[in-house]
């Protein structure tokens, strides 16, 4: 009984000490310890602890010392702490240890004799300048490796020569002009190079990316896109280079590729597309395009040309685009746009054409035999018109338009909206209308009873006529609608009058009852 006793004490004490918990941190039953305001790597940190989260300290060096209690250890984040220098070894011993995270750091240079075991290493926004092949030496389990936004210069192929199973390398914002050599990762899905200077590859560089499916080399001085581009890409991201033209003949084997960013580039043309048969996204925002795009493939669902010179569209610029979701044509010079042009896109549920040269609306054909059809499908959720020279919203140019769920008609020349323009928009929920000549009539009350009811978010409306409404809001100005129950009674009372005359009395006052322009109920 008294050896029973000595039992449970010792076990309750040694629970206690693997459980205590070291101050500025915070521990959970599942094994996490997260330690904030740090200056060294706590003492009594629980030897179970399997997630250590240390962030914002000042830790300036790491020991060996600093883990050698913790063998249960398999994710150890470090970040913001100021760390310089890593002792060597530090974390050889900690063989359980899966993802090692030092980002944010002060550090110069990769750890040595890193864990086998390892499969995540980022070290993302230090100081490391130099890659050797001794860094990595043994991590054939290594995963994923970030060392973005350092001071790496060169990219040596012998460095990553032990990572064959590495699936993701990040090698964003440092320094490399060039790449020499090829790198052999034939497990490589996700490779990242942006916002280096980068200008060329040597020959065959992506010979052995036989799995690659993302790659990115935005942000560099590239003026041609790469040869030899593994066939098995998905998404290729080339903004922010200095390409001029593109040679889509040499991409023709790339079948798989279905996202394409060339955004801020300075592209003038860009033609045959229709190579390239699964694109589904492609994006040429901020070039110097003054026509659309030609023969785009039947598979594109999102197509960006903003920020270009395209003046006019045509039927012609869409033919087949049955899936065609996204399009924006914001911020270009377009002041033609052709009557069914966007009859073909059949799923088209954002349209952007803020910021042009409309004069109205482009939504209905003009043609004889099919005058009154519609070109916009009715699946259309978004209609960006801001920015442009319409001066009349007709309730035939959005008519069954029955998904519509925001219109913005911002900083046009609209001066009325017809209340019978909403009835065709059950689902209108945000109305923009700022930056318009409103000129508040009480006839706007209408409209203004119809969007209430509708319970839509309209933002703007401010009145520039009549002069006395000037600067007012039509939307919630209380001033017009006393001025406009004002009117209202005076016409009811007017109404009584009639009724209490005798027909040949009220035939002499020369009002016409048939003139309604008044007769609507206040909310």
Known sequence: M??????????????????????RCSCDTAQSVQCYRATEIPREIPFTTRRLYISHSKIRQLQITDFRRMSALEELVLSCSGTESIENNTFKA????????????????????LPSGLEILKLADNSINTLYASDFEGLMKLRVLDVRNNLIATLPPSAFSSLCNLQSL???????ESVSAPLKLPRLKYLSMADNKLNSFATNFFASFQNLQFLSLSGNFLTKVPLDLPKSLLSLKLEKNQLKTIRLRDMKHLENLSEFFLSENQLTSIDGVQLLPNLTTLELSKNQLHTMPLRLPGRLQKLDCSNNLIQRVTAQDFQGLQDLKHLFLDNN??????????????????????????????????????????VLPDTLARLDLKGNDIEDVGEQELKDLKQLQVLNLRNNKISALDRKVLEYLPRLRHLYLDGNPWNCTCDLLRTRRALVAKGTDVR??????????????????????????DNLSSMERGKEDRKKMKPSEASSTGVNTDDDYYDYELD
Not at 170 to 176: A, E, K, R, S, V
Not at 338 to 349: I, M, N, V
Not at 361 to 371: D, E, Y
Request: glycine share 6%; hydrophobic share 40%.
């Open 2 to 23: 008294y050896l029973s006793y000595l039992l449970v004490i010792f076990f309750s004490f040694h629970s206690g000490l693997s459980t205590a918990c070291p101050r």
């Open 170 to 176: 990040i090698l964003d914002g440092n320094n490399m």
């Open 333 to 374: 010079a377009v002041s033609m746009f052709e009557a069914g042009a966007l009859q073909q896109c059949a799923q088209l549920s954002n349209l952007a054409l803020e910021q042009n040269l409309l004069i109205s609306i482009p939504l209905r054909q003009v043609n004889l035999r099919t005058a009154g059809s519609q």
């Open 460 to 485: 703007g409306g401010q009145c520039a006529a009549p002069a006395e409404s000037r600067g007012e809001s039509w939307m919630s100005s209380k001033k017009i609608l006393q001025q406009c129950e």
């Open 94 to 113: 900690l063989s359980t240890l899966k993802s090692l995270e030092l980002y944010k750091n002060q550090l110069t240079q990769i750890p040595t004799f």
